[in-house]
């Protein structure tokens, strides 16, 4: 597609169910980030990828967090347990850095989850 | 590790009035790109700016440009003849280029509403 794609947009889900997210990026982006943004707030780091390299999980705030990407294409988040600490919008973006070309991140329109 | 700092939470601007929005950000590295981005309401995130750590010349956008201090490491963004539409939230945004990474830090933003 022409965008980042995410899916679902809105997640309702029990207190203690696991929950995954998917990412579709760009097609040729080679880094891909997962944020998260609570109600009103900034945007939180949670893990990046690059290309094959070992991904940067240093803002994923739990081990019920964890990513996976294969190559440089879907990207899944998932939750384990989930909390309600962990309502939020989880943003995914993708970018490739090119000297020739201005560099930008696109956005996907983010999954709403909402943990009751 | 880099960080960005927004230090106003909130700021508003009356209709047709320029407005200033600040950031500045820590990095040991030399070679970096620096972003503005918009989020609506809709969520999704917009583009405004961006600066090529290496260019000396302050990038502009039509109403939008930026007052980029590499030494000072200061990165803040005017808004002129501001409009309705600008009303949003106002991020900050850090990527390090350094090694072949693309890692993309935001500050917390601030949160600009334009006034009728």
């Known amino acids: 597609g022409a965008g980042v794609s995410q899916s679902p947009s809105n997640k309702v889900t029990e207190k203690g169910k696991d929950v995954e997210l998917r990412c579709d990026p760009i097609?040729?982006?080679?880094?891909l980030y997962w944020y998260r943004q609570r109600l009103g707030q900034g945007l939180e780091f949670l893990i990046y990828?690059?290309?094959?390299?070992?991904?940067?999980k240093s803002g994923l705030p739990s081990d019920r967090f964890s990513a996976e990407r294969t190559g440089e294409s879907v990207s899944t988040l998932t939750i384990q347990r989930t909390q309600q600490e962990d309502s939020a919008v989880y943003l995914c973006?993708?970018?490739?850095?090119?000297?020739?070309?201005?560099?930008?991140?696109?956005f996907g329109q983010g999954t709403r989850l909402t943990v009751v | 590790a880099q960080t960005v700092t927004q230090s106003q939470p909130e700021m508003s601007v009356q209709e047709a009035e320029t407005v200033t929005l600040s950031c500045t950000y820590d990095?040991?590295?030399?070679?970096?790109?620096l972003f503005w981005y918009k989020q609506p309401p809709s969520r999704q995130m917009i583009l405004v700016i961006r600066?090529?750590?290496?260019?000396?010349q302050n990038a502009t956008e039509n109403r939008f440009s930026v007052n980029f201090q590499k030494a000072a490491k200061s990165f803040s963004l005017k808004i002129s003849d501001s409009q309705l539409g600008d009303t949003a939230m106002y991020f900050c945004?850090?990527?390090?280029?350094?090694?072949?990474?693309?890692?993309?830090?935001f500050g917390k933003g601030t949160k600009l509403t334009v006034n009728p």
């Open positions: 973006a993708s970018s490739r850095w090119d000297r020739d070309l201005n560099t930008e991140a696109f």
């Open positions: 097609s040729g982006h080679t880094a």
């Open positions: 945004a850090f990527m390090n280029l350094q090694g072949g990474s693309e890692k993309l830090v």
């Open positions: 990828f690059q290309g094959n390299s070992a991904p940067d």
């Open positions: 990095t040991s590295e030399n070679n970096y790109y």
């Open positions: 600066q090529e750590a290496y260019k000396q």
